[in-house]
Nanobody, 112 residues
Framework: QVRLVESGGGLVQPGGSLKVSCAAS????????MEWYRQAPGKTREWVAR???????MYAASVKDRFTISRDNAKRTLYLQMTGLKSEDTAIYYC??????WGQGTQVTVSS
């Protein structure tokens, strides 16, 4: 069973950048496909990005070309680098094992 803990959220101005992390423990990390989701206030949780065990990546249209998902298997850590942030990116960001466990989330607020 993988346990996931997100960190790195915070307040950032529109147009700014932020990198959130997700530390994994409890199982073999590098064999899993990993995902980021987000949930904005009053909205349903939405898929953001996915990275395969082979490093292949996929993105939601709303974040493509602005966000980058990556992983460091040696550190058992998943990342989401966010650039060109917009107010509509404000949400709780969750990491997830594809088909499996969720983290507890980290708040990202984009506001001036």
């Amino acid at each position: 069973q993988v346990r996931l803990v997100e960190s790195g959220g915070g307040l950032v101005q529109p147009g700014g950048s932020l990198k959130v992390s997700c530390a994994a423990s409890g199982s073999i990390f590098n064999i899993y496909d990993m995902e980021w989701y987000r949930q904005a206030p009053g909205k349903t949780r939405e898929w953001v990005a996915r990275i395969g065990s082979d490093g292949s990546t996929m993105y939601a249209a709303s974040v493509k070309d602005r966000f980058t998902i990556s992983r460091d298997n040696a550190k058992r850590t998943l990342y989401l680098q966010m650039t060109g942030l917009k107010s509509e990116d404000t949400a709780i960001y969750y990491c997830k094992v594809a088909g499996g466990a969720w983290g507890q989330g980290t708040q990202v607020t984009v506001s001036s």
